[in-house]
């Protein structure tokens, strides 16, 4: 990644997605700035790009377009060109994350679809600028997307709003070599995890049934990232990589089988 520079937006601190994968581009020679969403955070995050050799933090709440303008403009008067964008952001009221979708308000889905989903085509419009000679954009989403998991609820649909934009953004942007993909990681307690109504017994579950038999880390999550923001993966686009220890392709519990 030596020569390459990208944004990384949802840092919010060492157990975040975006910091396994920062740790990764950074460790391979790539140059980051780094959006963040509120004063609060900017204090946890300052000292965390500093570990990885970056002054470049930019204020972005990516609900609002002039914000995300703004922050745009900003990245552009310190660098001309981008080579990457990693999406790493999403958000819904944590009392519509127990209890049953059936339950969900008007204003909450709308505020879970614009940031956690909508934020991508924001964000892809604005970084396709700054790409002239193509780029990579990834984003995160989770397999509540793909099949119902308990309490997921509204976000679980953002993330199937999200995970279909990848697609629509990979074909309208392919031409322009700009690649879209995303990374479906397996659940990892951070801040936004926390949300989620019984995140540990989902964490346990996974660990007993996925076909590695265990949990994964921001570690492996940032080893993906690596590979679909660098050349490894030039022929990629489109994709939903799954780094959840293989949890996806399994259709039964894995246990002894009862005696029946
Ligand atoms: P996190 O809390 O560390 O990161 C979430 C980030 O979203 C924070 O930095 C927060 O500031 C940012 N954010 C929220 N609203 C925003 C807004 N309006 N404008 C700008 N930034 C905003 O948690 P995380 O788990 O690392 O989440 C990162 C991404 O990974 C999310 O999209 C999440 O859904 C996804 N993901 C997480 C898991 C998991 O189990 N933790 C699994 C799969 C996918």
Avoid at 52 to 73: Q, T
């Amino acid at each position: 990644m030596q020569g390459k520079r990208g944004l990384i937006m949802g840092l919010a601190n060492t157990k975040s997605l975006a910091w396994g994968i920062s740790k990764a581009l950074a460790e391979a020679g790539a140059e980051l700035a780094f959006s963040y969403q509120g004063e609060a955070l900017e204090k946890r995050v300052r000292p965390l790009a500093a570990e990885l050799g970056s002054d470049f933090l930019i204020p972005c709440d990516v609900s609002d377009m002039d914000n995300l303008d703004a922050a745009f403009e900003t990245l552009k008067q310190r660098w001309e060109t981008i080579d990457f964008v990693v999406h790493a952001i999403g958000f819904s009221d944590k009392n519509e994350l127990r209890g049953q979708y059936v339950d969900t308000s008007l204003d909450n889905f709308l505020m879970t679809m614009n940031i956690s989903a909508y934020s991508l085509v924001a964000v892809t419009q604005r970084a396709a600028k700054m790409m002239p000679d193509g780029g990579s954009i990834v984003t995160l989403t989770y397999y509540g997307a793909e099949k119902v998991i308990p309490h997921y609820n509204v976000m679980g649909v953002a993330k199937a709003a999200l995970e279909t934009s990848v697609q629509y953004l990979a074909n309208d942007l392919g031409p322009q070599n700009i690649r879209v993909n995303a990374i479906s990681a397996g659940p990892i307690k951070t801040l936004a995890a926390s949300g989620i109504g019984d995140f540990r017994y989902i964490l346990k579950w996974n660990e007993l049934n996925s076909p590695l038999r265990r949990n994964v880390t921001i570690e492996d999550v940032g080893g993906a990232g690596l590979y679909l923001c660098s050349d490894m993966s030039s022929g990629v686009t489109g994709e939903n990589l799954h780094v959840d220890a293989g949890y996806h392709v399994v259709g039964m519990k894995q246990e002894d089988a009862p005696d029946i």
